[in-house]
């Protein structure tokens, strides 16, 4: 062994004091955006719900003024409510959709890319250029849509004027939107199933639909539930869709909590309203949130150790 | 039996073209009918013959002449923030890859947790914040944001790339004389030059269709096509539906043509992103 002079002995140390810290410095500019630009502004959005605070007005501390007039106001109560229904119905819709899609697309088509780069061509699209679509095919007096309906005798579709027609108009929007999302991930998991599965059940003599319902759906099941907790979450938080279209109406039908909270924020000015919102919103995002992050904590942290 | 296979496969195409025209006829719609003279661009049913003009793409450059720059806006942030993106998430993802302590284990939980949080939220504190900076109406402002949404994604698609590169390249390179990030340069990106592109992907196409950021801090210098897009569709009045169909045409048509090039990526970004965190 070879010994060494203090002066190099220092130099290594040194040296490897700063190797313990390279990972840190690698991963510090990550966890400092994500801290500076998320993490502060939530805790000070979260601080907001508690203050009153305006344009001009000094910000006075009101306790928990700001949730009681939330609980207390029917808007609230009713975009709730819509939010509910709006995402139970588009989630449900697109997993459908979705799923509908991969398994019919499993069957292997000629030009089988070509039509996979079809159905995911909305992803491409923006919530602004879907609204402007959508108006464009739905104008109540010259749209293609109501043309149509007109020429079968039916009702027009009013969604400007008709609550449920709007409602319904949105939920669309946001499933045609979305649909490549739930399309992808369940395609990737319809074709990962194994073929041997799907031989031994035909000698046992499964057929057409039951081989959907006995080797299709419960293999691709853990994959469904991935994708309903991502839409569950995302579609929760749907605000673009439905404020270029609507912006909540008519008479508050397409209200979602994202609307109201932006309502008050930034028409009203009434910040602390939208920030005591902002809260309720987060905390059923981190209801709807739970099982991936436990699943997350299991994987990452307990068994890591 | 042979009837009732041809059966099968005539449904089966059938149902594909309804799938087929459930995704593409409202697009192809738009930007077919950009091309069409006004009288008609409501003609039922819609034809796909006829010559085609391009008048409203020059009303549309004419009426609104603050519509290129806002294209340019949003080629500088898209660009912006996919650079940002990457240059952060690159060598945390590598650190993840390769090294592993409490600390780094708890930091990467976090980084994956707060990817769920609601953009909406951090608006409100942030209006006052970015007027107190005099930062509103720059790109800045809008790289900033959408690359943080994003960079918990990227990192963790990239070190699922990283992770294939085997270890034994990091050992000799290191004996070689080369410092971390020499490393990366040299070794590891190139060896996971797709996950590069996989990482990417989700924030461009966010950032070039984002709305909800831009409407509220961006005015004029920084505003983005979405937000003057629907401007003008809250100006439309009656049939003048010419110069918009132009405008969407323009603001979707690029980024159609991205997603269809990388495509295999986006499936593989998907799957890691949703399966592994």
């Given at each position: 062994?070879?010994?060494?002079?203090?002066?190099?002995?220092?130099?290594?140390?040194?040296?490897?004091?700063?190797?313990?810290?390279?990972?840190?410095?690698?991963?510090?500019?990550?966890?400092?955006?994500?801290?500076?630009?998320?993490?502060?502004?939530s805790i000070?959005a979260a601080g907001m719900a508690f203050?009153?605070?305006?344009?001009?007005?000094?910000?006075?501390?009101?306790?928990l003024?700001n949730f009681?007039?939330v609980f207390?106001?029917?808007?609230f109560w009713?975009a709730l409510?819509?939010t509910v229904?709006?995402v139970?119905?588009?989630?449900?819709?697109?997993?459908?959709?979705?799923?509908?899609?991969?398994?019919?697309?499993?069957?292997?088509?000629?030009?089988?890319?070509?039509?996979?780069?079809?159905?995911?061509?909305?992803?491409?699209?923006?919530?602004?250029?879907?609204?402007?679509?959508?108006?464009?095919?739905?104008?109540?007096?010259?749209?293609?849509?109501?043309?149509?309906?007109?020429?079968?005798?039916?009702?027009?579709?009013?969604?400007?004027?008709?609550?449920?027609?709007?409602?319904?108009?949105?939920?669309?929007?946001?499933?045609?939107?979305?649909?490549?999302?739930?399309?992808?991930?369940?395609?990737?998991?319809?074709?990962?199933?194994?073929?041997?599965?799907?031989?031994?059940?035909?000698?046992?003599?499964?057929?057409?639909?039951?081989?959907?319902?006995?080797?299709?759906?419960?293999?691709?099941?853990?994959?469904?539930?991935?994708?309903?907790?991502?839409?569950y979450i995302?579609?929760f938080r749907?605000?673009?869709?439905?404020?270029?279209?609507?912006?909540?109406?008519?008479?508050?039908?397409?209200?979602l909590l994202s609307?109201y909270l932006?309502?008050?924020?930034?028409?009203?000015?009434?910040?602390?309203v939208a920030a005591a919102t902002a809260l309720v919103m987060v905390v059923v995002t981190a209801i709807l949130a739970s099982y991936y992050l436990w699943?997350?904590?299991?994987?990452?942290?307990?068994?890591?150790? | 039996?042979?009837?009732?296979?041809?059966?099968?496969?005539?449904?089966?195409?059938?149902?594909?073209?309804?799938?087929?025209?459930?995704?593409?006829?409202?697009?192809?719609?738009?930007?077919?009918?950009?091309?069409?003279?006004?009288?008609?661009?409501?003609?039922?049913?819609?034809?796909?013959?006829?010559?085609?003009?391009?008048?409203?793409?020059?009303?549309?450059?004419?009426?609104?002449?603050?519509?290129?720059?806002?294209?340019?806006?949003?080629?500088?942030?898209?660009?912006?923030?996919?650079?940002?993106?990457?240059?952060?998430?690159?060598?945390?993802?590598?650190?993840?890859?390769?090294?592993?302590?409490?600390?780094?284990?708890?930091?990467?939980?976090?980084?994956?947790a707060v990817?769920m949080f609601p953009?909406i939220v951090i608006?409100l504190?942030?209006?006052?914040?970015?007027?107190?900076?005099?930062?509103?109406?720059?790109?800045?402002?809008?790289?900033?944001?959408?690359?943080?949404?994003?960079?918990?994604?990227?990192?963790?698609?990239?070190?699922?790339?990283?992770?294939?590169?085997?270890?034994?390249?990091?050992?000799?390179?290191?004996?070689?004389?080369?410092?971390?990030?020499?490393?990366?340069?040299?070794?590891?990106?190139?060896?996971?030059?797709?996950?590069?592109?996989?990482?990417?992907?989700?924030?461009?196409?966010?950032?070039?269709?984002?709305?909800?950021?831009?409407?509220?801090?961006?005015?004029?210098?920084?505003?983005?096509?979405?937000?003057?897009?629907?401007?003008?569709?809250?100006?439309?009045?009656?049939?003048?539906?010419?110069?918009?169909?132009?405008?969407?045409?323009?603001?979707?048509?690029?980024?159609?043509?991205?997603?269809?090039?990388?495509?295999?990526?986006?499936?593989?970004?998907?799957?890691?992103?949703?399966?592994?965190?």
């Amino acid at each position: 062994m070879v010994v060494l002079g203090p002066a190099r002995e220092r130099r290594e140390a040194r040296s490897a004091r700063w190797a313990r810290l390279v990972p840190y410095l690698l991963i510090a500019p990550v966890q400092l955006l994500l801290l500076l630009v998320l993490v502060f502004p939530s805790i000070a959005a979260a601080g907001m719900a508690f203050f009153r605070s305006s344009f001009g007005i000094d910000a006075t501390w009101v306790g928990l003024d700001n949730f009681r007039y939330v609980f207390d106001d029917y808007r609230f109560w009713g975009a709730l409510r819509n939010t509910v229904v709006f995402v139970n119905v588009v989630v449900y819709l697109e997993i459908f959709l979705g799923l509908a899609i991969a398994v019919l697309l499993a069957t292997q088509f000629r030009l089988q890319r070509l039509w996979i780069s079809i159905i995911i061509a909305p992803y491409a699209v923006s919530a602004v250029i879907a609204v402007l679509m959508w108006k464009f095919i739905l104008e109540p007096d010259t749209g293609f849509v109501n043309y149509l309906l007109g020429l079968l005798g039916m009702e027009r579709i009013l969604w400007t004027v008709i609550p449920w027609h709007a409602f319904a108009v949105v939920v669309l929007l946001e499933v045609w939107l979305n649909t490549p999302f739930t399309f992808l991930i369940l395609y990737a998991a319809v074709m990962g199933v194994s073929q041997e599965l799907y031989e031994a059940a035909r000698i046992d003599g499964a057929r057409g639909f039951q081989l959907f319902r006995f080797i299709t759906l419960p293999s691709v099941m853990p994959a469904i539930l991935v994708a309903l907790m991502f839409r569950y979450i995302f579609a929760f938080r749907t605000f673009e869709v439905v404020w270029i279209m609507t912006q909540g109406g008519p008479l508050g039908s397409t209200d979602l909590l994202s609307i109201y909270l932006f309502r008050n924020g930034f028409r009203y000015y009434d910040f602390g309203v939208a920030a005591a919102t902002a809260l309720v919103m987060v905390v059923v995002t981190a209801i709807l949130a739970s099982y991936y992050l436990w699943t997350l904590y299991r994987t990452m942290v307990r068994d890591a150790r | 039996m042979l009837g009732r296979r041809a059966h099968e496969n005539a449904l089966r195409w059938l149902l594909l073209a309804v799938v087929i025209f459930w995704s593409a006829a409202p697009i192809t719609l738009v930007v077919v009918s950009s091309f069409k003279p006004s009288h008609r661009i409501f003609e039922f049913p819609p034809t796909l013959i006829f010559t085609p003009i391009v008048s409203h793409y020059v009303t549309l450059f004419r009426q609104w002449p603050e519509f290129a720059t806002t294209l340019v806006n949003s080629a500088i942030v898209t660009l912006g923030a996919g650079a940002l993106t990457l240059l952060v998430s690159i060598p945390a993802a590598y650190a993840y890859s390769r090294y592993s302590s409490r600390l780094l284990t708890w930091s990467a939980f976090g980084m994956l947790a707060v990817r769920m949080f609601p953009p909406i939220v951090i608006t409100l504190p942030l209006y006052p914040i970015i007027r107190a900076l005099n930062l509103q109406d720059t790109h800045l402002v809008l790289i900033l944001l959408y690359s943080t949404f994003f960079v918990s994604l990227a990192t963790w698609v990239m070190k699922a790339f990283i992770d294939e590169v085997p270890r034994e390249l990091d050992e000799s390179a290191k004996l070689d004389g080369c410092n971390v990030l020499q490393l990366l340069a040299w070794i590891i990106l190139p060896l996971s030059r797709h996950g590069i592109v996989a990482s990417v992907v989700f924030v461009v196409v966010y950032a070039w269709k984002e709305f909800l950021f831009a409407f509220l801090f961006t005015t004029s210098a920084a505003r983005t096509a979405p937000a003057i897009i629907s401007e003008m569709l809250g100006s439309v009045t009656g049939v003048a539906w010419g110069p918009l169909l132009a405008a969407a045409t323009v603001q979707l048509v690029p980024l159609l043509v991205f997603v269809l090039l990388v495509q295999q990526f986006l499936v593989k970004g998907l799957t890691i992103g949703s399966t592994k965190g």
